[in-house]
């Protein structure tokens, strides 16, 4: 019977501590206390996965942390900020602690990239790191607009009509008039 619970005791640690391992996908977690809302892309090869960090310039901490499978398309969102993206790369994942043994590779980007909103737009960045002779960052931006909903000033019964011409017309008493509804239009702008 000992022998029995033994056994299990070591599959269960084994079990346990081979899924603390398995490679992770996407955000891991984001420590800057702001919303994750502008785009970073990254493209990779198939050699290596990644691991993210992005440190805060200003406050000099690491803010979030994301895992790039090497070879897949990868997006991720971010705060607001001008952050220094720092990179671990290697082939075994070890877990936060080891990240990828011996062999992992770290290196980070030369400049701190700058990830801001406007009324219009969500500015952030494509990082491609396939190319032999170095990494390409481009500058990428979600544009967005409010596009009103005809809908929703629609004439229903006892409501607001937008387009009546001769006032005297409107019931008594006057109808309070519906708020317009807005749908949000995104899409990849330069």
């Known amino acids: 019977m000992a022998r029995v619970i033994s056994t299990l005791f070591a599959v269960f640690v084994t079990a346990l501590s081979a899924s603390s391992d398995e490679r992770p996908q996407g955000l891991l977690w984001n420590r800057s206390g702001l919303p994750a809302t502008l785009p970073l892309l990254i493209k990779t090869t198939g050699d290596a996965d990644y691991l993210l960090h992005l440190r805060d310039v200003e406050r000099e901490k690491v803010v979030l942390a994301a895992y790039v499978r090497g070879g897949e398309f990868f997006q991720v969102l971010v705060p607001p900020g001008r952050f ?25 980007l030369d400049q701190p990239l700058k990830f801001r909103a406007t009324l219009s737009q969500r500015k952030g960045h494509l990082i491609d790191l396939t190319q032999a002779r170095g990494t390409t960052i481009s500058d990428l931006a979600k544009c967005q607009r409010l596009a009103l909903d005809p809908e929703s000033l629609r004439n229903r019964k006892g409501q607001f009509d937008p387009l009546l011409r001769n006032p005297s017309e409107a019931p008594q008493p006057w109808p309070k008039m519906p708020s317009p509804q807005y749908d949000v239009e995104t899409w990849t702008c330069l």
């Open 84 to 108: 220094e993206l720092v990179f671990a790369s290697g082939e075994d994942w070890q877990g936060e602690a080891k990240l990828f043994g011996v062999n992992t590779h770290i290196f980070t």
